[in-house]
């Protein structure tokens, strides 16, 4: 069974050194966690990189960036009163300087991290990676030259993954603690397993690539983090409270989306979010508010309030068996506002995900990052494999890639997993708009200064 005290232990991630507890400073360890975040680079990003529509002209839409921001909000509401609650029950906790804020400050930066792996275009970008390998013919081609686990990893790219891989990465200079980054990871299993667990959300997708293992072990070694079988880990009890911020913001965000935009009318918004308030739900209140808006404002604000509440009840009643590894849900999915949240999820499937300026963007995505991959996938093939066919437009192509790139070493003799993963990190960390101007410049269609 494990144990808070030391699935809160403070230390850094470094496999290469020894685990050091290191908390002497005016902020705790998981608040410099949430500092460091806010201003790395692939959290910038995440302001081009689009939730669920595209940007408007005379709307507000959230980003993926606005969206970590609130789910980051929601997680340290969830973590801070869950905190109080395991300050009251394990004392011991206490002992090790840890307080309710510390707690929230690890749900917090967990979920401000969340999307960070995300490529452009959101799912529909996942997917375009992965159908890229599995189908294209400068895609498919790799997989004689890979083991059968990492080209599971490149015909199903997950988010989730690359997030823990960027987390993780000495380039982006992180650093995070482990707990934090345990907290992240929703998914502690590799792509390749024996078989699912039926019934475990853990196990519903993955949270780090083959060749990152390693990495997790560590991290779960330091945190007492139990197994479940050879490839999968139970989940850290604090993944759970992530998991619950980012299920209750996009289920109320996206609704209140669709309803500016007007793909859900206002009338059903209401009534959608009225029913999670239930007895609480005051009609006559919204009509001191003059505009549409600020009516799904305040009835967003106290929908999520009591959803929170839920949570954080739920959070309580199933805390122990999280920590023997028996329960293994969605909080969201057992709260007493379950069925209302699922309506929301029905009604957004029908009306906003499959809404013709969501298709519109999808369809675009895959355009645009097929086109990427294809062009620096076929030079990278040339150059080290159909050396025959290496070309001036070839070296031209691989002229655009970042500098860094690791372009020798490579060949018949050489596993390219590598390659195509440091390829991959460059694509998936593209902003939306940077990969439509790539793509624009390596097919011609535009110019640079045009």
Known sequence: MMQWEKLLASGRFDPSKKH????????????????RIIFSSPFRNLQDKTQVFPLPEHHFVHTR????????????????????????????????????????????????????????????GEEAISDFFKHHEYGHIWQSHVKPNEWEDLCNFEGNAQGF???????????????????FTKYPRPSQI????????????????????????????????????SDCWLRHPLAFLV????????????????????????????????????????????????????????????????????????????EEEMLEGTFDQALTDIIPSASAMARISNISVEKIYRSKPVLE????????????LEAFSKAL??????????????????????????LEGWGEQVNPYPMLRTLVDFISGMTDKYALSLYRRV??????GT
């Open 381 to 406: 093939n040339h150059k080290f494999y159909q050396t025959e066919l290496y070309s001036g437009k070839d070296k031209s192509i691989l002229r655009l890639l970042p500098e860094e790139f690791p």
């Open 20 to 35: 050091l507890d290191v908390r002497k400073s005016y902020r705790s360890e998981f608040e410099k966690d949430y500092d």
């Open 243 to 318: 998991e619950a911020a980012d299920d209750i913001c996009y289920s109320i965000i996206d609704l209140e989306d669709g309803c500016t935009l007007g793909l859900v009318s206002l009338e059903q918004s209401i009534s959608l979010l009225a029913e999670i308030l239930g007895d609480t739900f005051q009609p006559e209140k919204l009509k001191k508010y003059s505009s549409d808006s600020q009516k799904l404002a305040i009835l967003r604000a106290l929908a999520i309030g009591k959803l929170v509440e839920e949570c954080v009840v739920a959070f309580k009643e199933k």
């Open 443 to 448: 097919k011609g269609i535009s110019l640079p």
């Open 65 to 124: 960036l606005t969206h970590s921001l609130e789910v980051s909000s929601v997680g340290r509401s969830l973590g801070k009163s869950a905190g109080e609650y395991l300050l009251e029950k394990y004392p011991e906790i206490k002992e090790n300087e840890i307080h309710s804020s510390d707690i929230g400050a690890i749900v917090a930066a967990a979920a401000l991290t969340h999307d960070i792996g995300n490529p452009p275009f959101g799912h529909a």
């Open 194 to 229: 024996f078989e699912k667990i039926k019934g475990r959300r853990s196990q519903k997708k993955y949270g780090f690539f083959s060749d990152q293992i390693i990495d997790y072990s560590h991290l779960a070694m330091v945190l007492g983090i139990t197994k479940v079988n």
């Open 165 to 183: 891989r960027m987390l993780v990465s000495q380039e982006n200079g992180l650093q995070l603690s482990y707990a934090t980054l345990a907290s």
């Open 361 to 372: 963007k999808e369809a675009a995505g895959f355009q645009v990052l097929e086109g990427l």
